[in-house]
């Protein structure tokens, strides 16, 4: 093991960012985890000061540290509320790849990441593999969530309720969805991410819909990778710098107007963390990158920002009645609210949606516990993080709820079915093309 004091100084980089936290405590009002544990080491400002204590030498535990810095949802509430402007998400994230490569990745990690997930046809036949064979681990899916129990292995799943892997996924669909269509408007290109590839392929299909109904050039490049966060957000730049260079290829900024994602994650990672993380890097690298961020738009942004949402059809609309008022609510993913700013624009496009009654929740914008891996870590605070989540949605008495995160809606999902709630759980771009025509493959 490289001696503390190499440690020490790898994490000097970071004293800029460190020094201006004020220390003023604001973080601790709005951290979501904090409201669960009341201990002052979960919050940012107590990890911060550890993080200094590790880079004086005065504290000579990174094990200790990284464990601390994991126990994190990155969910950028601190940031978004920080008065002095520290950015606390990429803060932890930078220093959690220096401590990563001081104490190296876990040799599982390493398979996960480097083996597959770098790899996106090797990840992409494993997948189809565990789609073929998973309803012999799965029940029935719940008809409203679409979650399922794990019949086997349920004690280390513990009490989960997980969605399925889909039978056919979103780029398999790809092609023929856009084959043919003659648009004359922006020259499009749309980043699929994992989660609507593999779990809500319905997601994508809705997403090229809409951008077809308002005249996009729709791109679609095959074998896209993962957006990276995983293997950032465990401190893994290697796998990080392996598929932003295969992304990067897929989508040359030059060849088209938007590049634009349906995952809250996606778009946050590709717009925020790729050119913060790739500053010190190759220029040529930095430059692409630099561009394609300027380019990338939440799908919601793009439709009412840019092609300013065409209407749907009279025949688009649902009938909504006294009886059945199909109340629709939406949560604020923490990377699209907090991260981007992103937060009328869902609205927007729900209000357009005339088969539905928009009713705000309380606080549509807290967090609701899933935070990627920190989910697989730290389920018993996630589930009671999430709980709070699901009350306040079932509160309003909606029909569906309508997030435009596919992570949360695994989470929020898997909150709501445990609760035994008959709610809908739908991304907004879904609600909006319910009732356009469509040439989707079976």
Known sequence: MS????????????????????????????????????????????KIVLLESLMEEMFDNPHGVNERLNKCLLCGSCAANCP??????????????????????????????????????????LISMGARIQKVFLSKPDSHTGTAKVKVLA???????????????????????????????????????????????????AAVKALLHNNARVHIPKNQGCCAIP??????????LELVNHNIALFPPHRFDYLVTACATCTSTIKKLWPAMLEDQDPQLAEQVRHLSDKTLDISQYLVDVAGLAPLPETAALQSTEDDPR?????????????????????????ACSGYTFKEMTEPDRCCGMGGSFNLYHYDLSEKIGTVKAGQIADTGCHTLATSCPACMMQ???????????????????????GLDSDEPA
């Not at 004091?5 to 904090?34: H, N, W, Y």
């Not at 929020?412 to 319910?434: F, N, R, W």
Request: charged share 25%; hydrophobic share 40%.
């Open 155 to 205: 004690p280390i799943l513990k009490s989960r309720r997980i969605m399925p892997i889909a039978d056919l996924s979103f780029q398999k669909k790809a092609d023929a969805l856009i084959t043919g269509k003659k648009t004359t408007g922006d020259r499009v290109a749309l980043f699929t991410g994992c989660l609507i590839d593999k779990i809500f392929p319905n997601v994508g299909v």
């Open 3 to 46: 001696d503390m004091k190499d440690l020490a100084k790898a994490m000097k980089a970071l004293e800029d960012q460190l020094v201006t936290c004020m220390r003023c405590g604001m973080c601790q009002s709005v951290c979501p985890l904090f409201d669960q544990t009341r201990k002052e080491s979960d919050v940012a400002r107590g």
């Open 231 to 240: 293997a950032l957000a465990s401190g893994d730049k290697d796998t990080f």
């Open 84 to 125: 002095s402007g520290v950015n606390v998400t990429q803060i932890f994230i930078e220093a959690r790849a220096v401590i990563t490569t001081y104490l190296k990745l876990p040799f599982y990690k390493k398979v996960v990441f480097r083996k597959m997930l770098a790899r996106p046809q090797v990840f992409d036949k």
């Open 327 to 351: 109340i629709v609510t939406y949560h604020d993913p923490c990377h699209l609210a907090k991260s981007l700013g992103v937060r009328q624009q869902p609205r927007t496009l729900l209000n």
């Open 412 to 434: 929020i999902s898997d909150m709501l079915s445990k609760a035994d709630k008959k709610i809908y759980i739908k991304h907004p771009i879904e609600l909006y093309t319910e």
